[in-house]
Nanobody, 124 residues
Framework: QVQLVESGGGLVQAGGSLRLSCAVS????????MGWFRQAPGKEREFVAA????????AYADSVKGRFTISRDNAKNMAYLQMNSLKPEDTAVYYC?????????????????WGQGTQVTVSS
């Protein structure tokens, strides 16, 4: 298990940008695939983006494709989510998650490691 801490959320106007960061503890970060999920009020948590442990392959939800970019820096134990052209419907608490697999994950399980979340609010 690793510990995750998100940061970078905030209030932004529609069309603006934010960069979320996820700091991961432990010396085995490069063994973990990373994912970003979000949960809006009254809705279930949903997949946003994922990246393989080496950073060579990514996946995105259709709703964010072309606007969001997931990346990672294994030397710094960090994962990122660059969010551009933000829309009010992107408003949610954003969570990063880690799973020790060789591949991607787009659904969450009870065995994943999660951060505490960071609030993103997009005003119209």
């Amino acid at each position: 298990q690793v510990q995750l801490v998100e940061s970078g959320g905030g209030l932004v106007q529609a069309g603006g940008s934010l960069r979320l960061s996820c700091a991961v503890s432990g010396r085995t970060f490069s063994s973990y695939a990373m994912g970003w999920f979000r949960q809006a009020p009254g809705k279930e948590r949903e997949f946003v983006a994922a990246i393989t442990r080496g950073g060579t392959t990514t996946a995105y939800a259709d709703s964010v494709k072309g606007r969001f970019t997931i990346s990672r820096d294994n030397a710094k134990n960090m994962a990122y989510l660059q969010m551009n052209s933000l829309k009010p419907e992107d408003t949610a608490v954003y969570y990063c998650a880690a799973r020790r697999i060789n591949g991607l994950f787009t659904t969450s399980t009870g065995n994943d490691s999660w951060g505490q979340g960071t609030q993103v609010t997009v005003s119209s």
